[in-house]
């Protein structure tokens, strides 16, 4: 994924309660969502014990945006009641990016 820069990141870095309780259809629900959102540029995440997803956006507006869309809004109440012992959310902006792909 390559992007036009500055461009901004919101990392969200998590630990899960046991169970899934509906966690992966919401999470699915959400980043469908997310792309649907004006500004919205890209997503990538991990899970092992601990989840990392980042979410990439044109501007700071868009970031605001989806933070106060009413589903994703649902899904962050569910998220401290439910799903997470605990997370942390940074928004970065990205000035800088190179990758490195091994050739066959």
Same mark, same amino acid.
């Not at 169970?19 to 092992?48: I, K, V, W």
């Given at each position: 994924? *390559?992007?036009?820069?500055?461009? !901004?990141? =919101?990392?969200?870095?998590? +630990?899960? +309660? *046991?169970?899934?309780?509906?966690?992966? %259809?919401m999470?699915? *629900?959400?980043?469908?969502?997310?792309? %649907?959102?004006?500004?919205? $540029?890209?997503? %990538?995440?991990?899970?092992?014990? $601990?989840?990392?997803? @980042?979410? !990439?956006?044109?501007?700071?507006?868009?970031?605001?945006?989806?933070?106060?869309?009413?589903?994703?809004? @649902?899904?962050?109440?569910?998220?401290k +009641?439910?799903?997470y012992?605990? !997370?942390? @959310?940074r @928004?970065?902006? =990205?000035?800088?990016? !190179? *990758?490195? +792909?091994?050739?066959?």
């Amino acid at each position: 994924m *390559e992007l036009k820069q500055p461009y !901004y990141a =919101v990392i969200f870095t998590n +630990t899960r +309660t *046991e169970g899934d309780d509906g966690y992966a %259809e919401m999470a699915e *629900e959400m980043e469908r969502l997310a792309r %649907e959102q004006p500004g919205f $540029l890209g997503f %990538e995440s991990a899970r092992s014990s $601990l989840g990392i997803s @980042v979410s !990439y956006w044109k501007n700071l507006e868009s970031i605001s945006r989806w933070r106060s869309n009413i589903d994703h809004k @649902v899904a962050q109440g569910k998220g401290k +009641t439910t799903w997470y012992s605990w !997370y942390k @959310v940074r @928004v970065c902006t =990205v000035d800088r990016e !190179y *990758e490195f +792909t091994r050739q066959s």
